[in-house]
């Protein structure tokens, strides 16, 4: 697994495969990251992120928001643990 930044995930989201970026391996994106781009998507700025975001269509941000899992991980920093939280009901599926 190859950890990214939301620069490159952009253009791997986008079809524009980078080269020297092996197409072999998965491709991650820390959760951190991916709120940045969340974050300049639903508040928009003046730096570059946000006018490459600014750029996409409503299919192409729908998938920034939810990348597919063959195309990039997001990687969930929260623990996993195989007892359900209080908060989850018993018949709910855990990690």
Known sequence: MILIDEYLAMRVLGGSWPEG?????DQ??????????LQRIHGPGTGQLSQRLAALSAADLAVVRHPHPEILHVLDPRPCSTTPPVWRRPTEEGC
């Open 28 to 37: 991650a994106l820390t959760a951190s990251r991916h709120w940045r781009l």
């Open 21 to 25: 970026l092996p197409d072999d391996d």
